[in-house]
């Protein structure tokens, strides 16, 4: 089973209006962290925000907001005002305590119009 | 401070060669992990060290070797090149391997096998 799903290949938005961009994830361990990650057409993995499986309030970094539904298994990007310069693809990550590495799902392109 | 360096960003190499892909990661930083990149397979993991010791490897095979020295800089070799190897390679690095802090990812080599 996958342990990161990102449904949407490609979302749109209007400068300046809200997007989310979903995540579900799957694992059974109790200590994980979420992640959010950026990838211009440059290639670097831009960090965005974290959520730890242990953190009772959705994480907050400027714009980007998680929206964190533990019964869910779902870890929703939030991207608020956007602006042009966040067309990118975005990918959500999953780390487990137990493990060394991350998941990665298969990334959400992201297109702001003017 | 510096961020996670990568070299080299591009990369042509023909079938059957081998090539040496390189990462410096933040000063401090002890870990370092690879991740291949490809648009049909997604992000994948390729392996982790942390103080010289590999400590997690993905599903990768024998071709697909790394090592990390003693200034933590690792580096990741590829023998025997096959068309398919074409991909994006990144490496993060952090400072402990867990939680949110310092998993930075450098800009990635570009490697096309032709």
């Known amino acids: 089973a996958q342990k990161i799903t990102q449904t949407q290949p490609g979302m749109f938005v209007q400068e300046k209006e809200a997007v989310t961009l979903d995540c579900t994830y799957d694992?059974?361990?109790?200590?994980?962290?979420l992640f959010w990650y950026k990838q211009p057409s440059s290639g670097e993995m831009i960090f965005l925000i974290y959520?730890?499986?242990?953190?009772?309030q959705n994480a907050t970094e400027g714009r980007y907001s998680l929206n964190f539904q533990k019964a869910r298994k779902s870890a929703n990007l939030v991207i608020s005002a956007s602006q042009l310069g966040d067309s990118a693809m975005y990918f959500c990550?999953?780390?487990?305590?137990?493990?060394?590495?991350?998941?990665f799902g298969t990334g959400t392109s992201l297109t702001v119009i003017p | 401070k510096a961020g996670v360096t990568q070299t080299p960003r591009y990369l042509i190499k023909t079938r059957g060669q081998q090539v040496t892909l390189s990462c410096s990661p933040i000063s401090g930083h002890r870990s370092v992990s690879w991740y291949q990149q490809t648009p049909g397979q997604g992000l994948q993991f390729l392996f982790e060290?942390?103080?010289?010791?590999?400590?997690n490897k993905g599903n990768f095979p024998g071709r697909f070797s790394g090592r990390q020295f003693s200034n933590s800089r690792s580096e990741m070799n590829v023998s025997t090149l096959e068309l398919g190897d074409s991909a994006l390679y990144l490496c993060a690095s952090s400072s402990r391997g867990q939680g949110r802090n310092g998993y930075t990812f450098g800009s990635g080599t570009r490697l096309t096998v032709v």
């Open positions: 694992t059974s361990d109790q200590s994980y962290g």
């Open positions: 060290y942390f103080s010289e010791t590999q400590r």
């Open positions: 990550a999953m780390r487990e305590n137990t493990g060394n590495q991350f998941y």
């Open positions: 959520q730890g499986s242990y953190d009772e």
